[in-house]
């Protein structure tokens, strides 16, 4: 006679149905993956940081707020006001 199987497999899951422990196996694959892809992207910036803090740029060039629209590209046209302004009529 045939003993019994102490292990019985379990019955057939229906077409789509996906076993759980591909799930889980699946979602920690996942969460692995995103883990890791968030620790590449903090220490990239923390690396960009600290590099940036130690090493700043060397051709910065110091602008006076006060004086910037005396000379140069940002010169403002100073004009007096008029003592008699000319209206124009609506176009029309």
């Given amino acids: 006679m045939v003993e019994p199987s102490s292990n019985p497999s379990p019955p057939p899951l229906p077409d789509g149905i996906v076993p759980e422990h591909v799930i889980a196996r ?14 590449v992207m903090m220490a990239i910036i923390v690396t960009t940081g600290i590099l940036g803090a130690l ?8 602008v006076d707020p006060l004086m910037l629209h005396l000379r140069g590209e940002f010169v403002e046209a100073i004009s007096a006001p008029q003592s008699n302004p000319t209206v124009l ?4």
């Fill in 26 to 39: 699946t979602e920690n694959l996942w969460l692995m993956v995103m883990v890791s892809m968030l620790v």
């Fill in 55 to 62: 090493h700043p740029s060397s051709n910065v060039e110091v």
């Fill in 89 to 92: 009529p609506p176009s029309g």
